[in-house]
Nanobody
Framework: QVQLVESGGGLVQAGGSLRLSCAAS????????MGWYRQAPGKQRELVAS???????NEAESVKGRFTVSRDNAKNAVYLQMNSLKPEDTAVYYC???????????????WGQGTQVTVSS
């Protein structure tokens, strides 16, 4: 079992910044991808940004140039630096990771509990 623990959400004014953090713990052998999704009220959950262990980056077009995802593989952690925040960034942000617990264990998807980001205009 793997647990993802998030922190860093909060209330900010438009144009402000937040930094989200997520650390995975538990039975972790290898982490392939880690990143962030978000879900706004009445909308589907969408990918914000992610990184694979090999450095492949995937970002939503709406956050390019404003958000930066990074990883600390030694800590099984992923971060999301959010700058120039807009009201439309308001959502619950979920940490996401693709992890296996052993060398012969299938890869599994894990989700954090979510952290609220609210951007006022």
């Amino acid at each position: 079992q793997v647990q993802l623990v998030e922190s860093g959400g909060g209330l900010v004014q438009a144009g402000g910044s937040l930094r989200l953090s997520c650390a995975a713990s538990g039975r972790i052998f290898s982490v392939f991808s880690m990143g962030w999704y978000r879900q706004a009220p009445g909308k589907q959950r969408e990918l914000v940004a992610s990184l694979t262990s090999g450095g492949t980056r995937n970002e939503a077009e709406s956050v390019k140039g404003r958000f930066t995802v990074s990883r600390d593989n030694a800590k099984n952690a992923v971060y999301l630096q959010m700058n120039s925040l807009k009201p439309e960034d308001t959502a619950v942000y979920y940490c996401h990771a693709n992890i296996r617990s052993g060398p012969t264990t299938p890869w599994s998807i894990y989700w954090g509990q979510g952290t609220q980001v609210t951007v006022s205009s």
